[in-house]
């Protein structure tokens, strides 16, 4: 599979995010990696389901949505009706919740992917590999961009990848967020991850397009 780019949004200019997305877009990437985070989950507040609306109308690109909120069963509604394509949630946040909220995702035609934070072990998600179209491994502690790789989370890539070995879940998107780079995103991809968020390292460079081609090459 080939390793898809989404650049987090999280770090482009919220008063230009159409310039931006079209930015990344021409560079080639074909997803945009959106990151709500509602002040509770996370210490950080960011973007809403009518920002995910707009960005609709203003882009092709796969919306890829990330949700850090603590309530996830009662906003994914709103997400997939402002027309998210992906939609991730935390294992963390309603855990008891895990299986009803990835069918209301998937009942509504969009992939459905569950993320874990850096100290939740790969085990506690292994139940729902079946279900899924995509683990999200955090490589940071959510909540804010720009911060150092997590070293200690790779192996984790690994255990999902062998998840879906056992599973039989060929495509599964095994996606990383939180610090990569052109050195880090090598590492993950060796692991075995096929999609890579990045935010500041894409939207901070001089030049969005070799930053994200050096993410793959
Ligand atoms: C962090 C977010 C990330 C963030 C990554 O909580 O989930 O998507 O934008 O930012 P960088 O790539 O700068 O670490
Ligand atoms: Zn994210």
């Known amino acids: 599979m080939e390793t898809i780019i989404s650049p987090s949004i999280l770090s482009a200019d919220f008063a230009n995010l159409e310039r931006d997305i079209n930015k990344v877009a021409s560079a080639g990437a074909k997803w945009v990696h959106i990151d709500v985070m509602d002040g509770h989950f996370v210490p950080n507040i960011t973007i809403g389901a009518p920002v995910v609306k707009s960005l609709r109308k203003a882009t092709n690109l796969v919306l890829d949505v990330h949700l850090m909120i603590s309530e996830p069963k009662k906003y994914v509604k709103d997400f997939i009706e402002a027309g998210a394509d992906i939609i991730t949630f935390h294992y963390e946040s309603q855990s008891d919740l895990t299986l009803e909220i990835i069918k209301e995702i998937k009942d509504a035609k969009k992939l459905a992917g569950i993320s874990i ?3 939740t072990p790969s085990s506690a998600i292994e139940k729902f590999i079946p279900y899924l179209d995509m683990v999200l491994i955090m490589t940071v502690e959510p909540g804010f961009g720009g911060q150092k790789f997590m070293h200690e989370c790779v192996s984790k890539i690994a255990d999902v990848k062998e ?3 056992i ?3 060929n495509d599964l998107y095994i996606q990383v967020d939180g610090g990569i780079n052109d050195i880090s ?7 075995g991850a096929n999609s890579l968020v990045a935010g500041s390292y894409i939207f901070n460079s001089d030049n969005i397009d ?3 081609k050096s993410l793959v090459e």
């Open 163 to 165: 998840f879906a070995r």
């Open 117 to 119: 934070k850096p100290m």
């Open 185 to 191: 995103a090598k590492i993950c991809t060796k692991m």
């Open 210 to 212: 070799l930053a994200i």
């Open 167 to 169: 599973y039989g879940k």
